[in-house]
């Protein structure tokens, strides 16, 4: 069924995450009207209760594996299965409505991957089209804009800044204290995680709410600095945005000449709308936003739209998120108390060191180990249920604490997002098939790194210490990139240094999907910044 078709836009965003959400802040501001369609729903604050059951079981903030799955394998020659790798909640709001907030800038050097390391085996390294010089004004912006508590120049290895960050760290917790006397200890470098979430009032906002239970469960209070407390009501105070929850777009309809006409799409009563647009601005996420496009096939795009090259959907990235847990017996850490969940970091194993026997590294970070339901549950030998359970937890949670990395991974051509040709959604489409098998460098740096986790918590006095090695790679740090890479050549990229669709006119990306390689940190503050970067030319070019 079809409902009347809406009044053309000049400007259509696909997505109302931290992309999304940048794009529209900076165009209603700048005076354009527009429309953004989100596929989920949009949430009041007071919807994040603390029950994290019902929060599960409502999939606020991950989807419904039985409505909205996904399927996946390692390679191409294996049937995929039913699987949540790299799971994101569709919601206005997106990612940062349950993230902690970790907003780490990338480094000079990766941008400049290939150049640095030249052909490696099995993977597919190319420098970014664009410098960290050239992102580096919009990284500001975005810290400014969002209101990050950090401390310029305590990361020794960070590459230069033009501002200070706008507002001091957050308190430091008894679990990132620790992580900074293990640091201390054994000589290496430590600074206070830079986190979206206001350590005093700022910009007429009050100062955030420090509670550890927010951490993918939403924050009632809506005093982090989410795009759904930032973002989303700067652009809706300028009166211009015609935001539209529910909205689950289907296609991308392009006319005769190749150039997108419509973005068909389902409302919440089922009703088929088409939104047509001048320009249309891809924000879902890299796995989604593949998706998109190859369901959008055309005579014109047979193989997906924007697909010429058969690129679509390639060098899928994750990173992923391991660790080692500590117990500390001459002090109550509370993990649960504080809200900076991770607080503290260090880059001292960030930069590649060949004597390693790999290349790259990534960030390590203090964390709490029991946010959510406790980490000691997955501890090996930890009883399953009864008292013995009980008594495991009461012993170990409250002193306990993790040190954690963020996988620096590799692009590679064969992990990609296709369409899976069997399993279907509630609506009928074709899901996200995931291929994606860890490169030998992924598993070294990652274990590598897990090693150098252990040394902080032993030096930090833990007692007793347990190492999560990895063998393979899950999607469990939900960050997404890589499947529309950004490049100057058309032959090997999807976007250009733009963004913009190499054969699509009006198509600009501004999601992850367009990272030629992942880095080693948190991406979203690198999203968003770049997505300021893609908006700011934008709007220059059409003025």
């Not at 306990?400 to 609506?427: C, F, H, Y």
Request: a negative charge; hydrophobic letters at 40%.
């Amino acid at each position: 069924m079809s409902a009347p078709k809406p009044d053309s836009t000049g400007f259509c965003i696909i997505g109302g995450g931290a992309s999304g959400a940048t794009a529209a802040k900076l165009l209603t501001e700048a005076g354009h009207r527009i429309v953004l369609l989100e596929r989920g729903p949009w949430r009041a604050f007071s919807d994040f209760s603390s029950d994290e059951l019902a929060n599960i079981n409502r999939h606020y903030l991950t989807p419904d594996p039985k409505i909205s799955p996904r399927t996946v394998r390692h390679t191409s020659e294996e049937e995929a299965e039913r699987g949540e790798f790299a799971p994101t909640p569709y919601l206005v709001g997106g990612g940062t409505t349950h993230w902690a907030g970790w907003v780490p800038r990338m480094l000079a050097s990766d941008f400049r991957q290939r150049s640095l390391h030249g052909e490696i085996g099995g993977a597919s390294l190319v420098d970014w089209p664009i410098s960290y010089d050239e992102l580096e004004p919009y990284y500001s912006q975005v810290e400014w804009a969002l209101g990050v508590s950090g401390a310029a120049g305590a990361n020794k290895f960070e590459s230069h800044r033009s501002r200070p960050y706008p507002l001091p760290p957050l308190p430091s917790t008894r679990y990132s204290r620790r992580f900074t006397r293990g640091c201390d200890g054994l000589g290496w470098n430590s600074f206070p995680m830079p986190t979206a979430q206001l350590s005093a009032p700022y910009r007429g906002r009050p100062a955030t709410v420090q509670s550890a239970f927010v951490n993918f469960i939403g924050d009632p209070s809506g005093t982090r600095s989410g795009v759904l407390a930032t973002f989303i009501p700067d652009a809706l105070a300028t009166g211009r945005l015609d935001l539209r929850p529910n909205s689950y777009v289907r296609e991308l309809a392009v006319d005769a000449r190749g150039r997108i006409r419509a973005a068909v799409y389902e409302d919440a009563d089922g009703h088929l709308v088409e939104q047509e647009a001048d320009t249309f601005i891809l924000a879902c996420n890299a796995i989604e936003s593949a998706r998109l496009l190859l369901m959008s096939a055309s005579p014109r795009f047979p193989d997906g739209l924007a697909n010429d090259n058969g690129l679509v959907g390639r060098y899928l990235t994750a990173h992923e998120y391991t660790e080692a847990l500590g117990v500390f017996d001459d002090e109550l850490l509370y993990p649960w108390a504080g809200g900076g969940f991770i607080t503290s970091a260090t880059y001292q194993f960030y930069q590649t060191d060949y004597a390693r026997g790999f290349i790259g590294g990534g960030l390590i970070a203090a964390g709490s180990a029991g946010i959510g339901l406790p980490a000691n549950w997955t501890l090996p030998g930890h009883p399953r249920w009864g008292a013995a359970a009980k008594n495991f937890d009461r012993e170990y949670f409250n002193r306990g604490m993790s040190a954690g990395i963020v996988l620096n991974d590799l692009p590679q051509e064969a992990n990609r997002v296709d369409l899976d040709p069997t399993v279907k959604d509630a609506w009928g489409l074709p899901v996200a098939r995931v291929t994606h098998q860890a490169h030998p460098n992924d598993i070294a740096q990652a274990n590598f790194l897990v090693d150098r986790c252990a040394d902080i918590l032993e030096a930090a006095g833990a007692s007793k210490v347990w190492r999560n090695y990895i063998s393979e790679l899950t999607g469990n740090s939900r960050h997404q990139h890589g499947t529309l890479r950004m490049g100057d050549d058309p032959s090997s990229s999807v976007v250009d240094r733009w963004c913009q669709a190499h054969s699509v006119p009006g198509l600009v990306v501004v999601d992850g999907s367009t990272f030629p390689t992942p880095g080693g940190v948190n991406p979203t503050l690198t999203i968003m910044a770049n997505a300021w970067r893609v908006i700011d030319h934008l709007l220059s070019a059409s003025a």
